[in-house]
């Protein structure tokens, strides 16, 4: 074998080995990073005089300590780029390490013992699910609560896409990560250097997020409010400061929500495109196009059965219709009304929006409007090709050709997805939870929605869920929220094959 072949073959080895020290070197520095944001919940136990407050104290404590150690012990690893092994290991590993960590300030504080049961809910709260098992939040201490609706915010643009953008000061590489955390069908990105592109998401997420908390304030939120249903909006994630979830606020409120709601579930580089004054080639994105037409038909054909069943008015039935349909297609699952308590004709449009998930490159889950444009192409043109066998007709998106390799990605995601939902779905029942219930978790989690169907509808709960099922459930969420293929491929033979 030539010089030259044995060492290119060398390298490419060299790239394939799994560095256990690197992960761990990573892993210390997203545990520092936990810990100091649990910190963050201290001055509203303070301002509240509340008697846990030493609880987030200390669970930062343990949590900065756990990651330090980790970071001192392997620091001295001198690689400096993370290959794609390590990018799917590391994100996989990582949200379930910070939600085992993530945990302490409830099992500390007390306010939820049991540790399946603090598990479950922040690993909701890190998916942006917005699943919880809680009964009565609002016995809960307020720097508590704000702990749990900052899970969201973190896990919503992604504590790993972050990361990127500050490991490379720590001399690591990050793009790894961000293709192992930002699983879509593409990735654009704003900046010819990775760490860039995630400087600029991470910008545009704090930006509306302090604009919606300002907002919020004005109507009759006060700032720890505001603050927390902004996390819970531009996460997508659906956790509420009240037993009643946005319903106990008033209608400015939640017409505000309605708008950012609607701005989280938008692919975030149509946001850098909009900031920037390029307003025509935001319209011309064909993705958003359909995102705006599904909510506005949906919303309207709501709407107009509300009118003729509903006793609360024309604008209270509009209201409810367009912010329940923007809270499912977004999966953020903040509710101003009980969607099983309207006409049971109306359901079916409940669970069609389960299905759509929010655009491509958002905080949102579900399958996502651009696969599901992509699935409806490719079946039109398969029908042209069954009558032009010969022709090559290509897949179109934005006027350019879509390659068949994504085509197949789409179909593959599409074919997976259903599999897992019939699998989560037959678990949940074999635990005996009826078939609406059983369906209803299965898509609730997989899709990071929150609310279901059946038994764990908008004002219902998941705690009655047997405790092996709050870990399966607990899976569910962390394959929809990083879309599956992260954390298949890990049970894959071939990912650890040299």
Request: proline share 3%; glycine share 10%.
């Amino acid at each position: 074998m030539p010089d030259r072949v044995k060492i290119i073959f060398s390298q490419e080895m060299n790239r394939a080995k799994i560095n256990i020290k690197l992960i761990l070197k990573v892993m210390g520095f997203l545990l520092v990073f936990e810990g100091l944001l649990m910190l963050l919940g201290l001055p509203f136990a303070l301002y509240y005089h509340e008697s846990k407050w030493y609880s987030l104290l200390i669970s930062g404590f343990i949590t900065s300590l756990a990651g330090g150690t980790l970071w001192i012990l392997n620091k001295n690893d001198q690689r400096k780029s993370i290959n794609r092994k390590e990018g799917y290991l590391i994100v996989s590993i990582a949200w379930v390490i910070i939600s085992l960590f993530g945990t302490l300030p409830f099992l500390i504080s007390g306010t939820i013992p049991d540790f399946t049961n603090a598990f479950f809910e922040t690993m909701s709260g890190f998916t942006t699910t917005g699943a919880t098992v809680l009964q009565d939040i609002e016995v809960l201490p307020r720097s508590i609560l704000f702990w749990r609706s900052l899970t969201h915010w973190i896990g919503g643009m992604g504590i790993i896409v972050l990361s990127v953008a500050i490991l490379p000061f720590l001399g690591i590489g990050g793009m790894q990560l961000y293709a192992a955390e930002m699983p879509g069908v593409k990735k654009d990105k704003l900046h010819p250097r990775i760490m860039g592109t995630a400087k600029r998401l991470w910008g545009i997420y704090v930006l509306l997020t302090f604009v919606e908390t300002g907002l919020l304030m004005t109507g009759d939120m006060d700032l720890f409010e505001g603050l927390c249903h902004a996390f819970g909006t531009m996460a997508t994630g659906g956790f509420s400061t009240r037993n009643g979830s946005i319903a106990d606020f008033s209608a400015y409120s939640q017409y505000i929500i309605v708008v950012f709601m609607i701005l989280a579930g938008m692919n975030f580089t149509l946001h850098y495109l909009a900031l920037h004054g390029r307003l025509k080639e935001v319209w011309r994105n064909e993705e958003f196009r359909k995102y705006i037409y599904v909510i506005f038909i949906f919303s309207a054909v709501i709407w107009i059965v509300m009118v003729i069943n509903y006793s609360g008015g024309f604008e209270k039935a509009f209201r409810d219709s367009l912010f329940q349909v923007v809270s499912i297609i977004t999966t953020t699952g903040y509710i101003t009304s009980d969607y099983l308590q309207w006409p049971a004709e109306l359901w079916f449009f409940i669970f069609i929006l389960m299905f759509i998930g929010g655009m491509a490159g958002s905080t949102g889950g579900g399958i996502k409007v651009l696969r599901q444009l992509l699935l409806i192409k490719n079946v039109g043109l398969e029908l042209k090709r069954a009558i032009h066998p010969k022709a090559i007709i290509p897949v179109r998106l934005n006027g350019q050709a879509v390659s068949q390799e994504v085509i197949f990605k789409v179909m593959a995601f599409f074919q997976l997805y259903i599999l897992i939902l019939v699998i989560g779905s037959l678990v949940m029942s074999l635990m005996g939870l009826d078939f609406d219930t059983a369906l209803g978790v299965s898509i609730a989690t997989l899709g990071n929605i929150g609310p279901g169907l059946g038994a764990v509808g908008p004002v219902e709960n998941y705690a009655f869920i047997p405790g092996m099922g709050k870990w399966f459930l607990s899976f569910m969420m962390l394959l929809g929220r990083l879309e599956l293929f992260t954390i298949l491929i890990l049970l894959s033979p071939a990912f650890w094959k040299r």
